[in-house]
């Protein structure tokens, strides 16, 4: 991050900090990093794998719908683009509450032949918890929302302040502070701190070094290669390979209605590109007939001029 600073010059060229600014790069460590994580894994210790993975496909709708209600974009129900859209997000919703109150039939796909002692003796361990069906897709969807939210006081963010590298830093470390603070506050045991156990301190490492840093570098490269659309459809991909993985590893159940209420998800889902892409092909349709449409006039009145001129005072 430093690094990144000073080979861009930002701390020469960015704004200054004022109060303002603080307040709103507060609010998207508040939304974007601590209210996203601290309900993600709360959600996630109450719901299957699946479900979570389900409900991080709902981030395009939730966006599509806070940037509505914070006047960032309109639905234009009367155009293809703007149905879609309306209709992605409701599908989304539909299905993220599926996702929540049914719950239906195990699908019998047989048992798997992988066999990890340490997910074993974890799950005998704490076979008296059950999942909530309710408690955790709530969390989950709280999470998203949050993170939707970061996306619209982000983007009033950027514009005040132009500096990516110093918001990124100053919300990190704000919300280091707020998540330290609250695991403090819920958490007395010096046990819980400590990273004894090697799989807790593999999962830390592996959640900060791949699951942050290496995915983060990993999607801004495919953005500035593909375009931000491009990289949002392959995240289905993280539903289906949890899905697998929790069959397969963990040994989870999966339901009928978590199923149903993911392909609910990604249908919305991929209607909500559609017509975000078609909307975005169809603005620079009209920005491009303006330019020629402008373009034309222009040439048409040098030629009237020209014509206009008498015979003596053209040039040859």
């Known amino acids: 991050m430093t690094f990144n600073i000073i080979k861009d010059n930002e701390w020469k060229t960015r704004p200054k900090i004022t109060g303002s ?3 709103h790069v507060f609010f998207c460590s508040m939304t974007g990093a601590f209210g996203n994580q601290v309900f993600y894994f709360v959600g ?7 479900v979570a993975a389900a409900m991080s496909n709902l981030l395009p709708a939730l966006t599509f719908v806070f940037a509505i209600i914070f006047r960032q974009e309109t639905a234009r129900i009367r155009i293809r683009s703007g149905q879609a859209k309306v209709l992605g997000t409701m599908a989304c919703v539909g299905g993220a509450m599926m996702l929540s109150f049914y719950h239906g039939k195990a699908i019998n796909l047989g048992n ?3 066999h990890w002692r340490f997910v074993e003796t974890t799950k005998a361990q704490g076979s008296a918890k059950k999942t909530s069906f309710i408690l955790g897709p709530s969390m989950l969807f709280a999470s998203t929302s949050s ?3 970061w996306f619209i006081i982000q ?4 514009i005040k302040f132009p500096a990516p590298y110093t918001t990124t830093m100053l919300m990190s470390l704000m919300a280091s502070v707020e998540c330290a603070t609250l695991g403090a ?5 010096p046990s819980v701190w400590s990273f004894s156990s090697p799989i807790r301190l593999m999962a830390a490492l592996y959640s900060g070094i791949v699951g942050s840093a290496v995915a983060f570098c990993v999607m801004s490269w495919c953005v500035e290669r593909k375009g931000p659309l491009y990289t949002s459809i392959f995240s289905p991909l993280l539903l289906i390979l949890t899905t697998v993985m929790s069959w397969a590893i963990l040994h989870e ?3 009928i209605g978590t199923v149903v209420g993911s392909v609910f998800i990604i249908g919305g889902l991929y209607s909500v590109l559609w017509g975000k892409d078609k909307e975005t092909k169809d603005l620079m349709s009209s920005s491009e007939d303006a330019i020629g449409y402008h373009t034309k006039v222009k040439g048409d009145l040098e030629v009237q001029l020209h014509e206009a001129q008498p015979a003596g005072s053209r040039s040859p």
Not at 44 to 50: A, C, D, Q, R, Y
Not at 155 to 158: I, W
Not at 185 to 189: G, N, S, V
């Open 155 to 158: 983007v009033k963010l950027s």
């Open 185 to 189: 506050i819920l958490e007395h045991r």
């Open 253 to 255: 159940k999966i339901y």
């Open 21 to 23: 600014i603080l307040l």
């Open 112 to 114: 798997s032949l992988i």
């Open 44 to 50: 996630l210790s109450n719901s299957p794998p699946m």
């Open 147 to 149: 993170w939707a939210l």
